[in-house]
């Protein structure tokens, strides 16, 4: 049984790698040069420097843990090509070298997500768990995001669930523990750090007080020693403030470029549309010194009539919005539940987080993949939401080259999810309804065939509000590729985008209430 | 797999009969779509590499001479397209294949012409390189490919399914997933660019049309594919032995053959009507379409000639006219005994092998072969994989593998590998019992064997890559691997021919006990 599961695991992860090696000569962002530039930096200077130098506009920005993987990464590079790591020289370097090593560190380190799927799903049941390899090692949007976007999330995502995978096999520690390596190594994660604070003390720390307490001490040294090691370092060298500023860099305003579809798009259409009708009722508006679509935002307030928001309001609204399932979590840790709350910690982060990019929805849609497999109406949930959030990443990618391929990923992964759940579900209610039918041996023939019918119809995996919400995204893209060059031109060239997030922010906001009307009433 | 062992097995957890085309228990159609999609995406990314002859004038490569085609076609009438003047200078990339590719190169450069026309433009696109220009060409052999060789793909699928009746759903999606992602033909489409997707569909629709016994459909079919490229020829005598031994055992064997050679001859009027207004047009462009001055063998193709020149030097000791005399003499003796196999006793299966017996026969033995002409050899191999998937496995490899220096030359390593890789997985794929039996490798010496040839090609994979050949034998690396695939090739053409004709001697026991 054991081979059988590792076999699985080693296809599915190789037709994935298959699929990464063909996506080496696609577009990359400028992520790659960051973390070309990354390479060079924690290998040619000392540590003390790693976080004030200034070569590059692209500093380094991520906490100390990743810094170390960097550098680890660059001893390697050093040897394949010393220009990758020269910190002059190698600006912006684009030989084929520097391509391969970099994408290929990408594919390697994706082996952490594949240990942490390996964990997650080694006690399912067939079908479980191939539908979470599916989910997961297919997913559409890793594909984007790190292999041609150019970015390390599978890798991080993978410590992502292995903790998660320690949590649900009651090894809390263990959980605790690959947590805090994982806020060490990307600090966007630390969304979910209430949930596990919450979980891990109620959960762990239960059973009597000096228990407890104990307990909670030995949580305390795992996850301290994780930051010592992380940040020890640092604070020895007196760069402990640099560090926290580089990583926290608030000056960088509400959104991003690119609007990530969440709540604060709404807050910015609802403020347009009030000065609107106000300049129209003759009120005198003044029109905002900095705008959202004009990129990075100064000190001014970017809003016309509503209040400004800042880091705080984002930060209260964010900790309001997961209060629901903290307080669940306080009140019956269960350990079936954490992985659905630590995803929707994700969502609510997402949603009210300040400066959000529209990469992170992947914190909650990989997690969630591995609620979709529990239940049909999680699957439906997940199918609607997993489209949503790849399609919000298609802006990632502008040029014609991808076009077809993140159309044909995404396609891909909708069928695949689409043909997996209606196979697996529509026989599980045909169990069940045959099973029914039995009890009810009396019935007659006629009316076990109309059972068995409605067994056959009744698994829909997305009604027909979902469906017709999906076919909107389809006219989006209409609008975005054909449409509007040739009914508008070149004018009002942010209007694509900008329907791109408010239509996919809509969907991720039915995703946030869906979450939060499950947690409320089953956990 | 599942949903045939009825409702008692819905429990989670039963693994034994695990399979990883559970997905697909629902029907053939979500399958087979799921399975199109990820092929195209395949050809998709495999088409972001660089074509032949990219940024490498004067000549260039393919791309350039079918993106001449077009421009050729669009700007010049019809009647002067195989002809030398002053806008079409045959020396340069002169048209060289039957009309229809002439007519597929005119419906694609109007397709240019509309989004990019200086990529179309006469005279001044000569050469022309951007990278619109190399998306549109991509993106007009993916839609030849779509329409053409994935439908008549899903086609033959169905009906193979259909005629079988004792295989399961999975292994119908395994077969399609193995002809859909032959990591050759891939390669050579849409990396190195050509068009073998539309001559290749074209006779896979035929003989899903013989199949289906729709002969008629076929006989047009078939004659499409032959003036699409004039390689298709290879097929032509297990076309011709089929067809005509089903003939024979029809009621009325005359009117039989007069109806299909009536839709051939019309088939091919229709497609050469542009140059039937004089004898002196057709042999102008039938003298295009033989390139005999080219010698026998190029390069270093995998086929007999080329290899036994190592120790006959052909090309010195006789005349191209003799050596044409030998070439057809020895190819029509190796193709005759599955001509006559397929004339004596028509079937299906035989059929297959028959096609894979004539077109090695051609790749082996005739004139001027190129190494991408293993691709027709490959196309009956991989309709029969679900009987002979170890052979379709080994052919593929090494047919992928005698391909090796050309697509190194086009700097497709990368996804030479990824592709390569991938056809094992999916070949490996854990499916239903019934083909995993079949496909398990063999024991004992065969194995030694395999595992040995295995590791040498490995070997010459690096050694090709890494070192550079002696001063004094530049071509030695290409040689080994001529060598290597030629010895293989060999052995399994020789064991088609044998399996071909043991399917005669099976099937006429089989008759003969029903007689009694």
Redesign the interface.
Known sequence: ?ER?RL??LF?FA??A???K??????YRSTDFEVHRHWLALTSSLPLSHWYSDETSPWTLDYPPLFAYFEQFLSFFAHFIDPKIVDLHEGLNYTADSVIYFQRLSVIVSDLCLYYGVYRLSRN?????R?MLL?LILWSPALFIVDHMHFQYNGFLLGVLLISLSFLEEEKDLMGGFVFAILLCSKHLFAVAAPVYFVYLLRHYCGGGFVKGCGRFLMMGVAVGMVFIVAFGPFLYYGQIQQVISRMFPFGRGLCHAYWAPNFWVFYIILDKVIAFMLRKLGFNIKAPLASFTGGLVGDSSPFAVLPQVTPLVTAISVVVAMSPCLIKAWKEPRREHITRWIAYAYTCGFLFGWHVHEKASLHFVIPLAVVAVQSMEDAQHFFLLSIVSCYSMFPLLFE??EY??KV??L??HS??M???F??HF???K??KT?VLTRKQGEIKESRQGKYSDTAKEGVVVVGWVGMSYLLGLLVVELWGVILQPYILGDSLPFLPLMLVSIYCSLGIMYSWLWQVKWIIKYT | MKKRRGKTDIKEGDGEDDDVWWLFQRGRFSSFLCISVFALLVRVLVSMNPYSGAGDPPKYGDYEAQRHWMEITLNTPVREWYRNTTSNNLSYWGLDYPPLTAYQSYAHSLFLDFFHPDSVALFTSRGHESSLGKLLMRLTVLSSDILIFFSAAIYFVILNYSNRGGSSKEDMAWNLAMILLNPCLILIDHGHFQYNCISLGLTLGAVAAIFSKHELVACALFSLALNHKQMSLYFAPAFFGHLLGKCLRHQNPFLRVTKLGLVVIGTFLLIWWPYLYSVNSVLEVLSRLAPFERGIYEDYVANFWCTSSILIKWKRLFTTQSLKLFSFVATMVALLPSMVQQIKAPSDKGFLYAMLNSSFSFYLFSFQVHEKSILLPLLPASLLVLEEPLLFKWLTYFGLFSMFPLLCRDQLILPYIALLLLFVLIYHSPTAKLVSRHRDIPGGWKALIMAFLLLCTSIIHVIYLVLKPPNKYPYLFEAMIMLLCCSQFVVLVAYTNIKQWKLNISTGIENEKKVQ
């Open positions: 049984m059988v076999v699985d296809w190789g037709i790698t298959c699929i090696l063909l996506l080496i000569p696609s399912l049941g067939f079908w479980r191939k599916v014609a080259k077809p391929i044909l990923l396609l891909l069928l695949l689409w043909a997996g209606t196979s529509s026989k599980v045909a169990s045959s």
